[in-house]
């Protein structure tokens, strides 16, 4: 009976070393497949991304400097227009140079039109609080719930 036992155990750690091999090599395989499929095509960055991410894709950078430091709104126009760019800021001068496609430039362009026109309308005059407005409103019906009240007591007719 320790014999058949033996065996059986023996027999089963060689079936389990088989098949756990097999699965090893295999995982091995696909994990091969996939890093050869990598490096056939690397990912291609869109949007914000770094210089060196722009200048690997081969199809060369063309800059242009901006001066306002509300870069953040420029992001989300230039991601609106699909253009592919890179920020760096110039230390010395306080400025920021954007890199870019030179295949983007119309799309570029446009991003910048759209960019401008939305910053001179920051700087068009503000419209009056909501908050203001509200207030003044609540005075307004406060007095006319007033008035009303006066026309009550001397017998008149409610507005």
Partial sequence: ?????????????????????????????????????????PKIHHGKQTVKQLVKQGQGVQNIEITDKN?????????????????????????YLVFFKARDADALNAAFAEYTAKTMQRKAPEKPSVRRQLSH??????????????NRDRGGHEL
Avoid: C, P
């Avoid at 059986?8 to 389990?16: D, E, R």
């Avoid at 227009?81 to 110039?90: N, S």
């Fill in 71 to 95: 870069i953040k709104s420029f992001e989300h126009v230039a991601n609106k227009y699909g253009v592919d760019f890179a920020l760096k800021k110039d230390a010395a001068n306080g400025r």
């Fill in 1 to 41: 009976m320790q014999d058949e036992v033996r065996d059986k155990s023996v027999a089963l750690a060689i079936k389990v070393g088989k098949t756990g091999g097999r699965l090893t090599a295999d995982l091995l395989k696909w994990a091969m497949r996939k890093y050869m499929a990598q490096s056939q095509n």
């Fill in 137 to 150: 409103f609540k005075e307004v019906v406060k007095n006319m719930a007033q008035d009303t009240a006066k």
